[in-house]
């Protein structure tokens, strides 16, 4: 069975991968745009600083991340006037964490669909008069929409199984930080198997059964240009 500690750390997890989610969501798409379309010369540079989470080890960008985090440091001495709050081993410090660690995972299969979105439809919209901002939610946004699904549930998947940056920047405090992939190290430290097998196996079938929806998606918008 689950203990209450168990049952917290889910919580603190879906509350972490959610936010994370919808905040990046939020931000990706514009960034996203941007380097799909700009032919400016640091834009590779950009493309690169987005990417680093992939090819950086977890526990380098915690570190980092950290040391931001620290009131001796400009960031987090702003953030601690602005809240009265520290960042360091905060549920905080853990969603900025989070948004940082899984951008690649929203902003590349938006990038990717941008690039590859028919230009034509872009000009019709210009030539009936439409903005930015319309063109991007009356015809970027509907055509691209698998996509959003795709990235939302990456990014999602991606925060739920963090280890190295949450332990760097939130360490282990229950109610607080200790979300699973944390309590699961515990439990298995401690050698109580039956309660890691569980939150392992919960862990498995949850991940299988969102990549299985993702491929679905996939599937699905590939049939349809296939068929178009």
Same mark, same amino acid.
């Given at each position: ?37 700009? %032919? ?93 901002? %319309? ?84 599937? %699905?918008?590939? %049939? ?5």
């Amino acid at each position: 069975m689950l203990s209450e500690l168990d049952l917290i750390a889910i919580y603190l997890t879906f509350k972490l991968a959610s936010l994370t989610t919808l905040i990046l969501l939020v931000l990706a798409p514009p960034l996203a745009w941007w380097l799909a379309r700009s %032919k400016l010369f640091f834009r590779p540079f950009v493309e690169s600083l987005v990417a680093l989470p992939l090819v950086l080890p977890p526990t380098v960008l915690g570190f980092y991340l950290l040391l931001s985090f620290s009131p001796e440091n400009y960031f987090g001495a702003f953030w601690l006037q602005l809240t009265g709050n520290g960042l360091a081993f905060s549920f905080s410090g853990l969603l900025i964490a989070s948004i940082i660690y899984s951008l690649p995972f929203v902003v590349q299969p938006l990038q990717s669909a941008f690039v590859n979105l028919d230009k034509n439809y872009l000009e019709v919209a210009s030539t009936l008069g439409f903005g930015s901002i %319309k063109t991007f939610y009356k015809v970027v946004f509907p055509m691209t929409l698998p996509s959003f699904i795709i990235a939302g549930a990456l990014g999602f998947a991606h925060t739920i199984g963090e280890f190295g940056v949450v332990l760097m920047i939130g360490g282990n405090i229950p109610g607080e930080t200790q979300v699973l992939s944390i309590t699961l190290f515990d439990h298995v430290e401690t050698l109580q198997y039956q309660q890691a097998h569980l939150l392992s196996f919960s862990l498995l079938t949850f991940s299988m059964i969102l990549l299985m929806l993702i491929y679905g998606v996939l599937q %699905k918008r590939q %049939k349809r240009l296939n068929d178009a």
